[in-house]
């Protein structure tokens, strides 16, 4: 079981950035993906971006050119770097684990809130 821990969420105007980060510990899988998903009110939770053990990133269509993933594997720790936010980034970003191979096997953390507004 892999435990998630988010943080960095708040409320920003609209072109500014802010930047998540999630903390994971526990068994981690060798084989991972870590990744931001969002949500919002009456509406599905959808993928903003991903990155794997190796490296490989992928992005939203919505969030390319503006957000960036990164993740420092010492610290297993992703982070998602957002920039000229809009007000429609407004959401909830949940921090997802899973492994890269096997499916089924997911861990989430408890969701940030991300408000942009003016």
């Known amino acids: 079981q892999v435990q998630l821990v988010e943080s960095g969420g708040g409320l920003v105007q609209p072109g500014g950035s802010l930047r998540l980060s999630c903390a994971a510990s526990?068994?981690?899988?060798?084989?991972?993906?870590m990744g931001w998903y969002r949500q919002t009110p009456g509406k599905q939770r959808e993928l903003v971006a991903e990155?794997?053990?190796?490296?490989?990133?992928n992005y939203a269509d919505s969030v390319k050119g503006r957000f960036t993933i990164s993740k420092d594997s010492a610290k297993n720790t992703v982070y998602l770097q957002m920039n000229s936010l809009k007000p429609e980034d407004t959401a909830v970003y949940y921090c997802?684990?899973?492994?890269?191979?096997?499916?089924?096997?997911?861990?989430w953390g408890q969701g940030t809130q991300v408000t942009v507004s003016s």
């Open positions: 997802n684990t899973h492994h890269r191979v096997v499916a089924g096997l997911d861990s």
């Open positions: 526990g068994s981690m899988f060798t084989f991972f993906v």
């Open positions: 990155i794997d053990d190796r490296g490989i990133t």
